[in-house]
C-alpha cells in the first residue's frame, strides 16, 4: 500500500512543503524579476493568482509583444519572463523566442498546461487535434520551442504518493540554465501543479553564486604577455567592443576604463551600438565598414596600427560585418588580437584582463597629443554626399533626421532613450549619438534577427524600468509607418503607464526598405488614416511637421514628457534617404540579382 508525504516523513516536514506557485515566485525574485508581462487564459490562471504576492504580472496587448517586452526587459536588467495560456498562447510567442535565441537573452517563456489529471483519450480545447487524427498532440507548442534550439521543458509532478514533487527544483535549474548561457528556455506548468506541495528549495545566498565555476583552461598568461607586447609597440592602438559585452556590464566598465588608463581609443559593433557613451572624446562610434557613418572611419581604416578586438560574435554576421562587402577593416587588419569570450559570462576574457592590468601599471608611451591630432585630420565628410549641417528652412527626412535629432539632443540636459523600428528608421539610427545614462544602455534594437513589431513592446519595457529606478527621460521610438501599423495596439499598455514618450513616425505609406516592385504587398497604409488623431485616443499628442525647424521645435517640447507622436511626411526618392538605408537597398537588390544595383554594389564596394 502506498503512503502518504505525511506518513513517509512526518506531519511536521509535511508542513514544511510549500505551494509550486509560492516557489515559483519566490525562484523568480531570486533571479531579480520584478515584473512578468503576458496575456491570462484558463490553464494559466492559477500562476497568475499565485505570482502576485511576488511580482507585478502586467498585460500586453498580445502574446508576441509581451515576448518582445520580456526580450526588452532582459535587455535591460539582464532577465526576462513572459507568460501565456497553453498552445494558443504560447505559440505566438515563438517569433519572440527566435529573436531571444538570436540576441542571447535569457527569456524564461512560460506557459500553463493542462493538468495532469486531465491527460485522457480525448482533446483538449487548445490542444493542436484536427477533427480527423486518431490522437492529440500535447506537445506541439514544447517541440515547436524545441525545433528553435532552444529548451523547452513540462513540469513534472508527484510520481510515487510517499515523495514529493521536484517541480521547483526543475524550474530553478532550467531559470539557472537560461542565466548563466543567456538562452531563452520554455516551460510548460501543468495548472494542478501550482498548489500542490513541491519539494523545499534552500537558494544560494547570491545570483552572482550561480556564477562560480573553476575555469579549466590555461595560458591566459601568454595571451596577456602578446597583448601587452603589441600595445607597447603600438602607436595608434584601438579596442573593437563586440555586442557580448551588452549584458556583462562589469566587464565592459573594466574596459573603457582601462582605455582612459592608458588613451586607447575604442569603437563598438554595430550591435553594440548603445552600450557606451559615444560623447566620450576617446570613443570613436559604431564601425562597420563601407556602412559606417562615423567621422573617424578615416581613422579606424588608414591610421589605427593595432586592434584588439573583444567580445564579438564567434560565427561573424553578414548584418555586423559590413554585409559581406570585405570592406570591414577590422575584420581584415594584419596586426589583431580577437578575445571571443567562448567561457560562460566571459570568463576567459575576465582572466586575460586580470593578467593585463598589472602589466599597465605604467602608462604606455601613446603621443596622446598626436594621436588626437591625428584623430581630427582624420575626420572625413560623411560619404555620397551625406552632410550632418543643415538649415532649419529645410524639409526632414531620413536623409538628415539623425543630425538634428543629435543637435537638439545636444541642447538638452537630460539625453534620449533611442528604439528604432526596423527598416528604414532603424539604419538611419546609426547616424544617432548615444550618450551614457542611469540606466546604462541608450539604443534598443534587434539588427540580428530584426523582427519587425518589436520598438513599441521595447518602450513599454524601458518605460516600466525607468518607473522602477526613479528616472525621468524620454523614450524616443523611431519608426516608418509599416512598422508602427504592427504594434499600434500596444499603446493601450503605454498609456496605462503615463510614459514619457515620442514617437517619431516617418510616413511614406509603403514598405520601403528592400521594395522591388510595385506590388499591393508593399502599401502598408491608406492616405485616411491619422496616426494623430489614433496617439489623441491613447491619451497623448499629435503633432505634424514638415520642415526641420518644425521638427526641432516640436521635439524640444516632446522631450520634456507624455506621450506624443510627431508624424512627418518623407519621400521615397533617393536623395530624402539615408546613406546606410540606401546602400543597402544597393545590397538588396545586388543579392536580388537586379543588374542596375549589381553595378552599383560592385562600384560601393571598390576600395
Known amino acids: 500500500m502506498n503512503s502518504s508525504i505525511k506518513q513517509n516523513f512526518g506531519q511536521e516536514y509535511h508542513n514544511s512543503l510549500p505551494q509550486l506557485g509560492h516557489s515559483i515566485g519566490q525562484i523568480l525574485q531570486f533571479f531579480g524579476v520584478k515584473r512578468v508581462y503576458g496575456v491570462g487564459g484558463d490553464f494559466v490562471a492559477n500562476l497568475i493568482n499565485s505570482l502576485e504576492p511576488y511580482v507585478d504580472v502586467l498585460p500586453s496587448s498580445n502574446e508576441m509583444h509581451a515576448g518582445f517586452s520580456a526580450c526588452a ?43 495532469e489529471n486531465e491527460i485522457a483519450q480525448h482533446a483538449l480545447h487548445h490542444t493542436i487535434h484536427p477533427h480527423t487524427a486518431w490522437n492529440s498532440d500535447l506537445n506541439a507548442a514544447l517541440n515547436a520551442f524545441k525545433a528553435l534550439g532552444i529548451r523547452a521543458e513540462r513540469l513534472q509532478g508527484q510520481r510515487h504518493t510517499g515523495q514529493p514533487n521536484i517541480a521547483a527544483q526543475q524550474f530553478f535549474e532550467l531559470l539557472t540554465d537560461a542565466y548563466l548561457n543567456r538562452q531563452p528556455v520554455y516551460i510548460e506548468i501543468p495548472r494542478d501543479l501550482i498548489y500542490r506541495p513541491t519539494q523545499v528549495l534552500s537558494l544560494p545566498t547570491t545570483l552572482e553564486s550561480l556564477r562560480v565555476q573553476h575555469l579549466n583552461l590555461s595560458g591566459a598568461d601568454l595571451i596577456a604577455n602578446e597583448i601587452h607586447y603589441k600595445l607597447t609597440q603600438a602607436k595608434a592602438p584601438f579596442m573593437f567592443l563586440g555586442e557580448k559585452l551588452r549584458l ?26 548603445g552600450m557606451v557613451d559615444e560623447n566620450d572624446p576617446l570613443c570613436l562610434g559604431s564601425y562597420n565598414g563601407v556602412f559606417s557613418n562615423t567621422p573617424f572611419q578615416s581613422y579606424i581604416e588608414t591610421v589605427v596600427d593595432y586592434v584588439l578586438e573583444i567580445g564579438t560574435a564567434i560565427f561573424p554576421s553578414d548584418t555586423n ?42 602608462p604606455l608611451a601613446l603621443e596622446r597629443d598626436r594621436r588626437i591630432e591625428l584623430l581630427q585630420t582624420q575626420i572625413r565628410p560623411l560619404p555620397n554626399g551625406v552632410d550632418n549641417s543643415f538649415t532649419i528652412e529645410g524639409k526632414i527626412s531620413y536623409a538628415n533626421l539623425a543630425s538634428v535629432i543629435n543637435t537638439v539632443q545636444d541642447s538638452l540636459v537630460c539625453p534620449f532613450i533611442f528604439v528604432p523600428e526596423v527598416g528604414n528608421a532603424f539604419f538611419a539610427s546609426f547616424e544617432l549619438k548615444t550618450i551614457n545614462n542611469k540606466l546604462g544602455r ?18 513599454r519595457a524601458i518605460a516600466d524600468e525607468l518607473k522602477q529606478q526613479q528616472i525621468k527621460q524620454t523614450i524616443v521610438v523611431i519608426t516608418g509607418d509599416g512598422g508602427f501599423n504592427f504594434q499600434a495596439n500596444e499603446l493601450i499598455n503605454l498609456q496605462k503607464q503615463h510614459a514619457d514618450i515620442t514617437i517619431i513616425y516617418m510616413r511614406n505609406n509603403v514598405f520601403h526598405l528592400g ?29 505634424y511637421c514638415e520642415t526641420i525647424a518644425e521638427f526641432m521645435a516640436t521635439l524640444t517640447i516632446t522631450a520634456k514628457g507624455g506621450m506624443h507622436l510627431i508624424e512627418i511626411p518623407t519621400s521615397i526618392e533617393p536623395e530624402h534617404q539615408s546613406d546606410i538605408s540606401k546602400k543597402l537597398n544597393t545590397y538588396i537588390g545586388f543579392k536580388n540579382d537586379d543588374p542596375d544595383a549589381n553595378l552599383l554594389w560592385q562600384e560601393l564596394c571598390r576600395p
Not at 498552445?87 to 515563438?94: K, Q
Not at 502598408?524 to 496616426?531: A, L, S
Open 515 to 543: 521594395k522591388a516592385g510595385d506590388a499591393p504587398i508593399y502599401a502598408c497604409n491608406d492616405n485616411g488614416f491619422d496616426p494623430k488623431m489614433l496617439i489623441q485616443a491613447y491619451g497623448g499628442k499629435g503633432h
Open 73 to 115: 526587459q532582459a535587455e535591460v536588467t539582464g532577465f526576462g519572463v513572459c507568460l501565456s495560456t497553453y498552445t494558443v498562447g504560447s505559440l505566438p510567442c515563438i517569433s519572440a523566442a527566435a529573436l531571444a535565441r538570436t540576441e542571447g537573452l535569457p527569456v524564461i517563456f512560460i506557459s500553463g498546461a493542462p493538468g
Open 442 to 459: 541608450s539604443f534598443f534594437a534587434n539588427p540580428w534577427y530584426a523582427a519587425m513589431g518589436t520598438s513599441l513592446p521595447y518602450a
Open 321 to 362: 560585418n559590413a554585409f559581406g562587402s570585405q570592406t570591414h577593416s577590422i575584420d581584415n587588419h594584419q596586426n589583431k588580437t580577437m578575445l571571443k569570450g567562448t567561457a560562460r559570462w566571459e570568463q576567459d576574457i575576465q582572466a586575460v584582463v586580470a593578467l593585463l592590468e598589472p602589466k599597465l601599471e605604467v
Open 248 to 273: 556583462n556590464s562589469a566587464l565592459l566598465e573594466r574596459l573603457i576604463k582601462l582605455c582612459h588608463r592608458h588613451h586607447i581609443s575604442y569603437g563598438t559593433t554595430w550591435f553594440a551600438k
